[in-house]
């Protein structure tokens, strides 16, 4: 995407809203023989769930520590409090599942599509939820998700695509949301960030080498230390934000110094 994209719907305020996302045919497995797998692996030989249709099924609490779940299909599956510790969801689809208290940390979920998750009961992020993904790998991941205040420290998001999809915009138009989340020490280069929202979060040691911040929303943020080398921030927000000591500046297009 490029500027001209988005010159018709920029704007001061957008939202997180609904919109369509589809689901495949239904689950190969029930929760039942999913939790079997599970328990038959071995410690030297995970469990290999690679390409299942897990669709909509209720894994709230299961031990997927390590398993294999690349290419699987997670989508509106309960994940409340499961643990995918070190898990391998590598192209999977999670578009709607609800990960509630799920943890994730060093997971691989690079390639996948993380669209519209539900992370909280309520219509605001509670901490008591939130799912843990420090370390967790989403490079090249497709990302549109309510992730504020989340820990996402050393996290790698290297060619995310968080940025709206404007073809698709019919109730309003969709945006992830990282205000006030920890990315310190998060991999962000060549990631697209067009509109995301970022205010208020550490980003301290970030790098974001190349990544698209058209219109991005850095009010607030902790840049201490970040590389942002040959990104573009063209019309993005950097009201207030910590930025004295971020590298790369005088490489950043469109950037107006607060």
């Known amino acids: 995407m490029n500027e001209d994209d988005y010159e018709d719907i920029a704007g001061p305020d957008f939202g997180i809203a609904s919109a369509p996302i589809r689901s495949a045919q239904g689950a190969d497995l029930t ?11 071995a410690p030297d030989m995970p469990a290999d769930l690679s390409g299942k249709s897990l669709e909509n ?12 779940l690349s290419g699987a299909n997670l989508f509106g599956a309960k994940l409340d409090g499961a643990n995918l510790t070190g898990a391998s969801l590598s192209g999977a689809k999670l ?22 998750l539900v992370v909280s009961s309520g219509l605001e992020n509670n901490m008591a939820e939130a799912p843990i993904f420090k370390g967790a790998k989403f490079a090249g991941a497709h990302i549109i998700a309510r992730l504020s205040r989340f820990d996402l420290s050393g996290a790698d998001f290297t060619g995310a695509k968080m940025a709206p999809d404007l073809r698709n915009q019919s ?16 991999n962000l280069s060549k990631a697209d960030l067009a509109f995301a929202l970022i205010r208020f979060a550490n980003l301290t040691g970030a790098i974001l080498t190349g990544a698209n911040l058209f219109a991005a929303d850095l009010s607030g943020a902790d840049l201490t230390d970040a590389d942002l080398t040959g990104a573009d921030a063209t019309d993005a927000d950097f009201g207030r ?13 469109g950037l107006t110094r607060p």
């Open 31 to 41: 929760a039942e023989q999913v939790r079997g797998i599970l328990a038959s692996a």
């Open 171 to 186: 109730m309003g138009l969709m945006r992830t949301d990282l205000s006030g989340a920890n990315l310190s020490g998060a």
């Open 57 to 68: 099924l209720d894994l709230s609490k299961v031990d997927f520590k390590r398993a294999n």
């Open 95 to 116: 578009d709607l599942a609800w990960i509630m208290r799920a943890n994730f940390t060093n997971a691989d979920l690079s390639n996948a599509s993380l669209l519209g």
């Open 241 to 253: 934000t910590v930025i004295g000591s971020a590298r790369g500046l005088e490489t950043v297009k």
